[in-house]
């Protein structure tokens, strides 16, 4: 294998195409989308160009229709296995990433309305009520097959991640609703 740095992406790229077997970028979008996309975003475009890459590097290799769409199915190699396991066995230094644009618009809230400050939180809280059903049907529909029960784990930290964010956006109309909201109440003009 090169000395090319591989990305988390590249990671993904890899494990799905192992886990799933061979696939084309198109499979590895809807897989994803229904996975691991729940809680790792990335644009859809590296799934496009990530397992070329990794074919260049050696850890896929693929095979192209010779006629019709001429879509191209990706798998795993040796290489690309190993790699994986590599990267699985390494100690995971990194803190636990969050990009939430409301809590960046509530982080401003002293710039905005009251009344969009109490908009927001109620949308918030219909969100993550809709994220936890999702999540909850998830559950109900994969959460006795013994083959995918290693992978629902991701799935039980998505909901109590879920129902924290709910019970924080309740807690924050509350506020406002007892007329404490979250900022100084101070002149904003």
Do not use: C
């Amino acid at each position: 294998m090169s000395t090319a740095r591989l990305s988390t992406t590249s990671y993904v790229v890899l494990g799905m195409i192992a886990m799933r077997g061979p696939s084309t970028s198109y499979d590895l979008k809807r897989a994803i989308g229904h996975s691991v996309g729940y809680f790792w975003h990335f644009p859809h475009a590296q799934l496009y160009s990530e397992p070329k890459r990794l074919e260049e590097l050696g850890l896929l290799e693929s095979e192209e229709e010779g006629a019709g769409r001429r879509r191209r199915t990706y798998s795993v190699t040796e290489e690309g296995r190993k790699a994986l396991r590599d990267w699985l066995g390494e100690p995971t230094e990194q803190h636990f990433e969050l990009r939430d644009v409301a809590e960046i618009k509530l982080f401003f809230n002293e710039f905005a309305d009251h009344e969009d400050v109490a908009r927001l939180a109620v949308d918030q809280q219909r969100q993550h009520r809709e994220r936890i059903r999702v999540y909850e049907r998830m559950r109900e529909r994969f959460g006795g097959r013994s083959e995918i029960a290693s992978r629902m784990v991701t799935l039980r930290l998505g909901l109590e991640l879920e129902y924290a964010a709910l019970n924080f956006w309740r807690t924050i109309s509350e506020e406002i609703e007892a007329g404490e909201p979250p900022f100084d109440g101070g002149d904003r003009s």
